[in-house]
């Protein structure tokens, strides 16, 4: 045991004593970290502001003088390109307007039903029915998309408010219980989905990479220079040279895990500050959240030592091991998109329990709030399980002399 | 005491590096030499088990060894030194020796070992052993290592690689000195006259064979004498 702390004394040293290796390990996948998320941030922001400054096109079809009033004196009303037709003009014109906004000439049509206005009065009354109105918009066109959600705030809401209070009076009341919380689970969540698409992919990605930087070297660098055949020559245990190495490799990667996902958390105000309208809104995991995802990425850490300790181990030097540890990095990559582009829906258990994989669904639930204790456990133990077995198999590797003296 | 039974080593493509060698190492100092590629550092690490003989017997102290790993061998006092030193950077001094000897050693232990081997306890026992130390400070250190682990049989292959004149000089004494005090056999590859001139015993190894053996006096004179060719002309050019 004294010898294993020792030999992963050593190891700590060696990177520790080293400037490249700090920077290379530590600050060079900040610098990456916050670089990407603040490009992201400023693209998104300029798409924002560009639909902002967007007159939008509105065709209007038998409004009412309320309508008008309400559009005109809303936020809406001063740049957009707004017209009012009849339903006969719209008819005879239909197949134009409904081009346009298929086209993205147009951005919205908002068809009232031609006795919306009788409909609203008798309401107003207290009558039961209710009048209709119908909006079309093209949800793959931005431009469309913001300004239908923009002429449903300041307008649609606007006007039901007002045949509401027309009709029940005093609404402070009914206003009283329900926007201002709403609001802030918009942001929250917005800011959360974000996370949740990224955070998977970088923990898996930039783990990885700290691993290898490190274990390469560790292991078939020493090869390469001998200093593993001469440590192996005294009389220490190989058990207790590979514990020792392979705490070192652990020790260095949980350490950037924490760099990482620190740089991360503090970097999100960038990309959300730039988003505009998303907000500012702050990031909160609970204390138990933190615990899932350290737990989650340590066990990743300890399969990773062992993936990259066997194959180390088998290579005869750096080149190689590099050059074999190659296509494993794009897999491990790949597994980690994977969840990025998740379309809804839920995974079997069964494929939390696939080591990489499972982990960057268990991350990805964790920021959508909806990882569950059994999907958690199965995440874990999965990548734990596989992270034991290639523990023992390097250790035997390491029994090897053909293997350990290149013979 | 150390014998080697018919042991042969092939490689791939038929090639006999190693040819029926039949030896017996009881104690005290021997040198191995002969021309390059005539399979000396091959013998050792059959030897340390850092490779396994294609045939033949190793027995160590009336066991057979032949099937036991290098760590197996090291823990039965068989200890080796590579040609090259090695560098442990993030290890000091200190470190090498504890994991040599497998305890703590108390400074006055670790101050006999350094000083056999020349080197001050107090200058060096703290020192990284990494780029900054010279070549024949290495060397020292990892003979140091050796002289730590008291093992009763310790082969160094050409000790004197990259050594200058100066420190080749307190290596010898170092050897001098450590003829004198370990009990064990030191078995030493070389090509230095002056190495062998310390020597108890030379065995000469060409082209994968033994073709002599003996005390050191009748070997030397026959090297000097030139009989056989291709070790002196080695020997000439070194000296
Ligand atoms: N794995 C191997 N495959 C092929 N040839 C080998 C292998 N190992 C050793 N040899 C060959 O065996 C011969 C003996 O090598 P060895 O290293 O034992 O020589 P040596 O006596 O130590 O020489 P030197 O004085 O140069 O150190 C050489 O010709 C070498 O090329
Ligand atoms: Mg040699």
């Given at each position: 045991m004294n010898k294993t702390i020792l030999i992963a004394k050593k190891e700590l040293f060696r990177i520790f004593s080293d400037r490249k290796m700090i920077f290379s390990l530590y600050i060079l996948p900040v610098i990456i970290v916050v670089a990407i998320y603040s490009i992201m941030g400023q693209l998104i922001g300029s798409m924002s502001k560009d639909i902002e400054e967007h007159n939008a096109v509105i065709t209007v079809v038998n409004p009412t003088d309320e309508l008008k009033d309400i559009i005109s004196s809303s936020e809406m009303g001063k740049n957009a390109d707004i017209t009012f037709v009849t339903e006969d003009e719209y008819n005879s014109k239909k197949a134009e307007i409904e081009d346009g906004i298929l086209n993205g000439?147009?951005?919205?049509?908002?068809?009232?039903?031609?006795?919306?206005?009788?409909?609203?009065?008798?309401?107003?009354?207290?009558?039961?029915?209710?009048?209709?109105?119908?909006?079309?918009?093209?949800?793959?066109?931005?431009?469309?998309?913001?300004?239908?959600?923009?002429?449903?705030?300041?307008?649609?809401?606007?006007?039901?408010?007002?045949?509401?209070?027309?009709?029940?009076?005093?609404?402070?009341?009914?206003?009283?219980?329900?926007?201002?919380?709403?609001?802030?689970?918009?942001?929250?969540?917005?800011?959360?989905?974000?996370?949740?698409?990224?955070?998977?992919?970088?923990?898996?990605?930039?783990?990885?990479?700290?691993?290898?930087?490190?274990?390469?070297?560790?292991?078939?660098?020493?090869?390469?220079?001998?200093?593993?055949?001469?440590?192996?020559?005294?009389?220490?245990?190989?058990?207790?040279?590979?514990?020792?190495?392979?705490?070192?490799?652990?020790?260095?990667?949980?350490?950037?895990?924490?760099?990482?996902?620190?740089?991360?958390?503090?970097?999100?105000?960038?990309?959300?500050?730039?988003?505009?309208?998303?907000?500012?809104?702050?990031?909160?995991?609970?204390?138990?959240?933190?615990?899932?995802?350290?737990?989650?990425?340590?066990?990743?850490?300890?399969?990773?030592?062992?993936?990259?300790?066997?194959?180390?181990?088998?290579?005869?030097?750096?080149?190689?091991?590099?050059?074999?540890?190659?296509?494993?990095?794009?897999?491990?990559?790949?597994?980690?998109?994977?969840?990025?582009?998740?379309?809804?829906?839920?995974?079997?258990?069964?494929?939390?329990?696939?080591?990489?994989?499972?982990?960057?669904?268990?991350?990805?639930?964790?920021?959508?709030?909806?990882?569950?204790?059994?999907?958690?456990?199965?995440?874990?133990?999965?990548?734990?399980?596989?992270?034991i077995i290639l523990t023992f198999v390097v250790a035997k590797a390491f029994n090897s002399e053909k293997l350990m003296f290149n013979a | 005491m150390l014998e080697l039974k018919n042991i042969s080593y092939d490689v791939e493509d038929n090639k006999e590096i190693l040819k029926d060698i039949n030896l017996k190492i009881d104690g005290g100092f021997v040198a191995i030499t002969g021309p390059n590629g005539g399979g000396k550092s091959t013998l050792a690490k059959?030897?340390?088990?850092?490779?396994?003989?294609?045939?033949?017997?190793?027995?160590?102290?009336?066991?057979?060894?032949?099937?036991?790993?290098?760590?197996?061998?090291?823990?039965k006092g068989i200890s080796f030194a590579f040609q090259t030193p090695v560098k442990f950077k993030g290890l000091t001094v200190k470190d090498l020796l504890k994991l040599s000897m497998g305890k703590n050693a108390s400074f006055n232990e670790e101050c006999n070992i350094l000083s056999s081997v020349g080197l001050c306890a107090r200058d060096y026992i703290n020192r990284e052993v990494n780029a900054s130390l010279s070549g024949g400070e290495l060397k020292r250190i990892e003979i140091a290592m050796i002289l730590a682990r008291g093992t009763k049989l310790s082969i160094f292959d050409e000790p004197e690689a990259g050594i200058d004149l100066w420190s080749f000089n307190s290596l010898i004494k170092v050897f001098e000195h450590m003829r004198e005090t370990v009990k064990g056999t030191i078995v030493i590859i070389s090509h230095q006259e002056r190495i062998l001139n310390t020597a108890d015993r030379i065995i000469v190894l060409k082209e994968g064979r033994l073709i002599k053996e003996g005390a050191r006096d009748e070997i030397y004179g026959e090297l000097l004498d030139g009989v056989d060719s291709g070790v002196c002309n080695r020997l000439e050019e070194n000296i």
């Amino acid at each position: 045991m004294n010898k294993t702390i020792l030999i992963a004394k050593k190891e700590l040293f060696r990177i520790f004593s080293d400037r490249k290796m700090i920077f290379s390990l530590y600050i060079l996948p900040v610098i990456i970290v916050v670089a990407i998320y603040s490009i992201m941030g400023q693209l998104i922001g300029s798409m924002s502001k560009d639909i902002e400054e967007h007159n939008a096109v509105i065709t209007v079809v038998n409004p009412t003088d309320e309508l008008k009033d309400i559009i005109s004196s809303s936020e809406m009303g001063k740049n957009a390109d707004i017209t009012f037709v009849t339903e006969d003009e719209y008819n005879s014109k239909k197949a134009e307007i409904e081009d346009g906004i298929l086209n993205g000439d147009s951005d919205l049509i908002v068809y009232l039903d031609k006795d919306f206005g009788t409909v609203a009065d008798s309401y107003v009354a207290g009558g039961d029915s209710l009048p209709s109105m119908k909006i079309y918009y093209n949800s793959t066109e931005n431009y469309s998309s913001a300004s239908y959600s923009n002429f449903g705030s300041e307008v649609v809401d606007t006007y039901k408010t007002t045949l509401l209070d027309s009709r029940y009076g005093d609404l402070s009341m009914l206003n009283a219980f329900n926007v201002d919380s709403q609001v802030i689970c918009k942001e929250e969540k917005a800011n959360m989905e974000f996370l949740a698409m990224m955070l998977p992919y970088m923990v898996v990605m930039m783990l990885f990479a700290g691993v290898m930087s490190v274990g390469v070297d560790a292991i078939a660098g020493e090869k390469e220079r001998g200093t593993l055949s001469s440590m192996l020559i005294s009389p220490v245990k190989r058990s207790e040279i590979v514990a020792g190495k392979l705490i070192a490799m652990a020790i260095l990667s949980i350490i950037s895990a924490v760099v990482y996902c620190v740089a991360m958390i503090l970097s999100i105000p960038n990309i959300t500050g730039g988003a505009g309208n998303m907000g500012a809104g702050n990031i909160s995991f609970t204390v138990g959240q933190m615990l899932q995802l350290v737990a989650i990425m340590v066990v990743l850490v300890y399969f990773y030592v062992g993936v990259i300790g066997l194959i180390a181990t088998l290579s005869p030097n750096t080149r190689a091991a590099s050059s074999a540890i190659s296509p494993i990095y794009i897999v491990i990559i790949i597994l980690g998109m994977m969840t990025m582009f998740r379309t809804g829906g839920t995974n079997s258990i069964g494929s939390y329990f696939i080591p990489v994989y499972g982990s960057a669904l268990a991350i990805s639930d964790l920021c959508n709030l909806e990882l569950t204790s059994v999907n958690f456990l199965a995440s874990v133990l999965g990548t734990l399980a596989c992270g034991i077995i290639l523990t023992f198999v390097v250790a035997k590797a390491f029994n090897s002399e053909k293997l350990m003296f290149n013979a | 005491m150390l014998e080697l039974k018919n042991i042969s080593y092939d490689v791939e493509d038929n090639k006999e590096i190693l040819k029926d060698i039949n030896l017996k190492i009881d104690g005290g100092f021997v040198a191995i030499t002969g021309p390059n590629g005539g399979g000396k550092s091959t013998l050792a690490k059959v030897i340390a088990g850092i490779i396994k003989p294609t045939s033949g017997q190793i027995i160590l102290d009336g066991e057979d060894i032949t099937d036991l790993n290098i760590t197996e061998r090291a823990k039965k006092g068989i200890s080796f030194a590579f040609q090259t030193p090695v560098k442990f950077k993030g290890l000091t001094v200190k470190d090498l020796l504890k994991l040599s000897m497998g305890k703590n050693a108390s400074f006055n232990e670790e101050c006999n070992i350094l000083s056999s081997v020349g080197l001050c306890a107090r200058d060096y026992i703290n020192r990284e052993v990494n780029a900054s130390l010279s070549g024949g400070e290495l060397k020292r250190i990892e003979i140091a290592m050796i002289l730590a682990r008291g093992t009763k049989l310790s082969i160094f292959d050409e000790p004197e690689a990259g050594i200058d004149l100066w420190s080749f000089n307190s290596l010898i004494k170092v050897f001098e000195h450590m003829r004198e005090t370990v009990k064990g056999t030191i078995v030493i590859i070389s090509h230095q006259e002056r190495i062998l001139n310390t020597a108890d015993r030379i065995i000469v190894l060409k082209e994968g064979r033994l073709i002599k053996e003996g005390a050191r006096d009748e070997i030397y004179g026959e090297l000097l004498d030139g009989v056989d060719s291709g070790v002196c002309n080695r020997l000439e050019e070194n000296i």
